[in-house]
């Protein structure tokens, strides 16, 4: 963003909102940004912003409607353009991947504000990484690497071959041709979506559910139906009827060790259950195990790929929580068949992940640096889980509940009192705290809040619990 500092403050952001109008980055139709989201751009107080924008309208460029918002108008428009473009508006809307709830767009946009305390982010904080075997591996690997060309189509060998030996230590036994190197867990889900589901098809999975603030699935004209959860995982009755109720072709969906966003980890038994059942009813599963390594107490139960005898299982594994969300570095493993399908589609979208990621990720595991970190990280989340316990007692005791995870990274708090949830979250966002509210996970969670120990700091998660009883305190008046 370019301004003339020696404007008035007023006339800058007119310039700035006339500058994108005139280049087409903010086409006709298209909503501006909110009066809150201005102020806080050019750290003015809302009065300045609303002269600025009775500028824009006495031009014509904008118009403020009821329950839409101010949007850019044609009134002075096609006099500033030689030919009149097309209505982006309505492509936008005709998009066939559904945009995320507002609330989530929210969320996401605030979340790369750092003076924000972050008490619900899913991610390691920056303290955790380590940033100098990270140089060392990424000056090793490209001092070595003599071309940057794509992989093989499911992906580079020495990393599927370094999975598919890492993933033996909890049950796992699979040959590298059996492994899809992915972007992330969130792009194999999309694979999956698109590769193997048919459209009106349903996908059952535990309620609450990240999932639900996604919309990867239903994008694909694919349903969810959510199963009730106890401090076990999926109830497994639950799920048999949900099974015999439905006559599509289904698919289940779990996160069976530290689900997100409860914190729940499925027993052992529970998982022979669900297995015994999605054998007999010749129902497929993906396995989410993406928080597997992130064990405080103690490592969970053997993953469900590893009792899957006959191929139900498609297992989704990645880097992302445990190391670096930037290296875009996650696995898919299932009967070859399935992964032979899934690698070409994934040829098709994108021709593979990063060369670069995929050689530094072999590094990381294949030198045994990989192992290394996460333990130093179970030891951290610990102690930050710890913190926050300690912090939710004392402040929180009385307004609210909660289950103490035994790995993971999240607490999902319920709060007792019956306050507006709504005006919690901007409330906190106002004072600098971003949470996600259980709502984005399912509609009837929210009376819950899901916190995490992972991001911020242990001084931040204190203050930060400590704002939010008393902001719940102040909402209960």
């Known amino acids: 963003m370019t301004t003339n500092k020696k404007l008035p403050k007023y006339w800058q952001i007119v310039d700035y909102m006339k500058e994108k109008i005139e280049n087409g980055e903010w086409p006709i139709g298209s909503k501006i940004p909110s009066q809150r989201q201005l102020a806080k751009l050019f750290h003015v107080n809302r009065s300045t912003v609303i002269t600025a924008l009775d500028e824009l309208m006495a031009d014509g460029l904008i118009q403020g ?86 992989e093989e189509q499911k992906g580079f060998l020495p990393l599927r071959e370094a999975i598919s030996k890492y993933v033996k230590s909890f049950g796992i036994h699979t040959s590298a041709s059996s492994i899809l190197i992915v972007s992330g867990a969130l792009q194999a889900l999309q694979l999956i979506s698109i590769g193997l589901l048919h459209r009106e098809s349903t996908v059952l999975l535990e309620q609450p559910s990240y999932l639900y603030s996604l919309h990867v699935f239903q994008s694909a004209n694919i349903n969810l139906s959510g199963i009730s959860m106890d401090h076990h995982g999926i ?14 072709k289904n698919i289940l969906y779990s996160i069976p060790s530290f689900q997100n966003p409860t914190g729940a980890l499925m027993s052992q038994e529970r998982r022979k259950e669900i297995i015994k059942i999605c054998e007999k009813e010749q129902l497929p599963i993906i396995e989410d195990d993406i928080y597997r390594e992130l064990w405080i107490d103690e490592p969970p139960p053997a993953p469900l790929k590893s009792i899957d005898k006959y191929g139900h299982v498609l297992y989704v594994g990645s880097l992302s929580k445990t190391l670096s969300p930037g290296l875009r570095i996650g696995w898919i493993i299932g009967p070859e068949p399935v992964i032979d399908r899934l690698s070409d589609i994934k040829m098709q979208t994108d021709y ?19 192992e290394e970190h996460v333990a130093n990280v179970r030891i951290q989340l610990k102690e930050r889980r710890q913190i926050m316990i300690r912090a939710l007692n004392k402040y929180c005791a009385d307004v609210a509940s909660w289950d103490i995870p035994s790995g993971g990274l999240f607490i999902w708090l319920k709060v007792v009192p019956s306050i507006p949830m709504k005006k919690l979250f901007s409330e906190a966002l106002s004072r600098g705290i971003l949470l996600n ?41």
């Open 65 to 150: 409607l009821i329950g839409a918002g101010t949007i850019v108008t044609n009134n002075t428009w096609s006099l500033l353009a030689t030919n009149p473009p097309p209505d982006w508006s309505e492509y936008v809307k005709a998009g066939i991947h559904k945009p995320s709830k507002l609330i989530v767009r929210e969320i996401n946009e605030a979340e790369a504000n750092k003076e924000l305390i972050h008490l619900s982010k899913g991610e390691l904080a920056p303290q955790l990484f380590p940033l100098e075997t990270m140089q060392s591996i990424m000056k090793s690997v490209s001092d070595e690497i003599d071309y940057f060309g794509y």
């Open 437 to 477: 509210p259980g709502r984005i996970y399912e509609e009837e969670s929210d009376r819950y809040i899901r916190l995490s120990y992972g991001y911020a700091s242990t001084e931040q998660i204190n203050y930060g619990v400590k704002l939010l009883s008393e902001l719940i305190r102040k909402l209960m008046t």
């Open 235 to 248: 109830l497994p009755k639950e799920l048999l009827k949900r099974i015999k109720y439905s006559q599509k």
């Open 352 to 370: 593979g992940s990063s060369s670069l990621s995929q050689r530094v990720a072999a590094e990381w595991i294949n030198k045994g640096f990989y």
